[in-house]
Each structure stands twice: as structure tokens, then as C-alpha cells.
Nanobody, 123 residues
Framework: QVQMVESGGGLAQAGGSLRLSCAASGRIFNTYTRGWFRQAPGKEREVVAAVSRDGDSTYYADSVKGRFTISRDNAKNMLYLQMNSLKPEDTAVYYC????????????????WGQGTQVTVSS
């Protein structure tokens, strides 16, 4: 059974940092594109960042460029999101996801999802 479990969410102050992790089991995602999405109340799920299977290609939403860094450790089947200079508008549930194929920025293109972790940034 495929499982993806996020961790590292919580409460942070504006300007602070958090590091999200996503552990995958039940399937080896070394050949999969992996990404982070987020969903705030009343809003659609949106892409935050994505990374190609070998890590050579990354995508960042404009809203997080220069503040967030996505990385992966294929040997451990792990995905990470380092979030710096957090803003209140970063508050959302963050999800990790995976797809077989190239980098895509639409949540409907991803086949595997974690259950999400809450990130709350106070001003």
C-alpha cells in the first residue's frame, strides 16, 4: 500500500522558518516527479514547488520564489520543503504529491498524495 506522510508543520511567526518532510513507502518514487501543494480555507489547491525525478529541474510558484527550497533524497524516498521568511499568507495545509512523468503544476496531474500537514504563520 502506497503511503506518503508529511511532517514538520506547525505554528511559526512571520519571518520564521519551517521544514516540511514527506516520507513515502509502498512504492519507490525515484522515477517520479514530486511536488508540494497547499490549500488554504476556501481556496483551490495550488502548487508550491515541484522537482523532477533526478532533482535537476525545479519549479516554484512566484509567491514562494526566493523563500522556499524543494529537495529530495531518492535513497531515502524522501521529499523536503525548506520554508524561510514565512508570511501569514503562507498559512495553509501543505500536501506532498507524486506523479509519473515530467514536472507539472496542476494538482490534477498528480496521482499520489499525502494527508497534509497544517502550517500556520502568525503576524
Amino acid at each position: 500500500q502506497v503511503q506518503m506522510v508529511e511532517s514538520g508543520g506547525g505554528l511559526a511567526q512571520a519571518g520564521g522558518s519551517l521544514r516540511l518532510s514527506c516520507a513515502a513507502s509502498g512504492r519507490i518514487f525515484n522515477t517520479y516527479t514530486r511536488g508540494w501543494f497547499r490549500q488554504a480555507p476556501g481556496k483551490e489547491r495550488e502548487v508550491v514547488a515541484a522537482v523532477s525525478r533526478d532533482g535537476d529541474s525545479t519549479y516554484y510558484a512566484d509567491s514562494v520564489k526566493g523563500r522556499f527550497t524543494i529537495s529530495r533524497d531518492n535513497a531515502k524516498n524522501m521529499l523536503y520543503l525548506q520554508m524561510n521568511s514565512l508570511k501569514p499568507e503562507d498559512t495553509a495545509v501543505y500536501y506532498c504529491a507524486a506523479r509519473y512523468g515530467g514536472v507539472r503544476t496542476t494538482h490534477k496531474d498528480y496521482n499520489y498524495w499525502g494527508q497534509g500537514t497544517q502550517v500556520t504563520v502568525s503576524s
